[in-house]
């Protein structure tokens, strides 16, 4: 059975520092997709950033950016020089290759201190 | 950018009540989903429909709840005879292919 585990309910950050989000998961198969959603208190879903699991690149976007371990089963987020308007809960999420459900963690609220 | 577009943004109902939510997914998307996130918890899968049938469902997505697109631009889903627990944030999904979701901005369900 896949699952996603966030061990870190919150976590706080400095304006401009950076931060790192904990992401294990659990899966048999070899091919996959891995993905950070961020959810503001508008509760919208809003994609930060993607990572496939055949590629041994991390992938980067902008300030975001992720430590995809696939022997470990883990896929951190860093967030880099960080802002105010990155407060919001971060959703780690999995989706096999062989199907389009997503499977998402539990979630890590991220507060940015001014 | 295309958006996803749920209707309404929040719905009260009355336990015992049938609703049905709304989305209007991205028009060249083939995949259409929906997900349910109860307050405080995580998000859940509910169903995934292509091709105009259901692809696949949860334990959660039982006889309660239906799904439909029943002219092309619309997908909705259906709850009938709402009770208290099936209070959540909906969410509607879509996507063409092979991964990134695009998810709507969500209907919150109040059944009082």
């Known amino acids: 059975a896949q699952t996603v585990t966030q061990s870190q309910p919150e976590m706080s950050v400095q304006e401009a520092e950076t931060v790192t989000l904990s992401c294990t998961y659990d899966t048999s198969e070899s091919d996959y997709y891995l993905f950070w959603y961020k959810q503001p208190p508008s509760r919208q879903m809003i994609l930060v950033i993607r990572q496939e699991a055949y590629k041994q690149q991390n992938a980067t976007e902008n300030r975001f950016s992720v430590n995809f371990q696939k022997a470990a089963k883990s896929f951190s987020l860093k967030i880099s020089d960080s802002q105010l308007g990155d407060a919001a809960m971060y959703f780690c999420?999995?989706?096999?290759?062989?199907?389009?459900?997503?499977?998402f963690g539990t979630g890590t609220s991220l507060t940015v201190i001014p | 950018e295309p958006e996803v577009t749920q209707t309404p943004s929040h719905q009260v109902t009355q336990m015992g009540q049938e609703v049905i939510l709304r989305c209007v997914p991205i028009s060249n998307h083939l995949y259409f989903y929906w997900y349910r996130q109860i307050l405080g918890q995580k998000v859940e899968f509910l169903v995934s429909?292509?091709?105009?049938?259901?692809?696949?469902k949860s334990e959660i997505f039982d006889d309660q709840f239906s799904v439909e697109r029943p002219d092309g631009s619309n997908f909705t889903l259906k709850i009938r005879s709402t009770k208290l627990e099936d209070s959540a944030m909906y969410f509607c999904a879509s996507n063409r292919g092979p991964r990134g979701y695009t998810f709507g901005s969500g209907t919150r369900l109040t059944v009082v």
């Open positions: 999420a999995y989706s096999p290759n062989t199907g389009n459900q997503f499977y």
């Open positions: 429909f292509y091709n105009n049938e259901i692809s696949e």
